[in-house]
């Protein structure tokens, strides 16, 4: 089993900045990816940015240049930093972990952090 502990979000301003961590913890041989979904009321989940264990990352259209993903291998940590938030980044944002046991690989959500944007 895997334990995700999210942290971080809240209420900002438009133009304003918060910075999304989200914490892996458990019994696993290593993590294959470790990525940000958000879901805004009414909507479907939507993957905002992911990190794969070779330093690669890929970013939805509506957020590049505006935010970016970072990880910590020894913390088996990943972070989210948003920059120049928008109303419409308001949503409430999961992590999602990937991780591999033996020949298996397993997935596990995060709890949900909300961030609302609004002035």
């Known amino acids: 089993q895997v334990q995700l502990v999210e942290s971080g979000g809240g209420l900002v301003q438009p133009g304003g900045s918060l910075r999304l961590s989200c914490a892996a913890s458990g019994r696993f041989d290593s993590i294959n990816a470790m990525d940000w979904y958000r879901q805004a009321p009414g909507k479907q989940r939507e993957l905002v940015a992911a990190?794969?264990?070779?330093?690669?990352?890929n970013y939805a259209d509506s957020v590049k240049g505006r935010f970016t993903i970072s990880r910590d291998n020894a913390k088996n940590t990943v972070y989210l930093q948003m920059n120049s938030l928008k109303p419409e980044d308001t949503a409430v944002y999961y992590c999602y972990c990937n991780v591999r046991v033996s020949q298996w690989n397993y997935q596990f959500w995060g709890q949900g952090a909300q961030v609302t944007v609004s002035s």
């Open positions: 990190v794969r264990s070779g330093g690669s990352t």
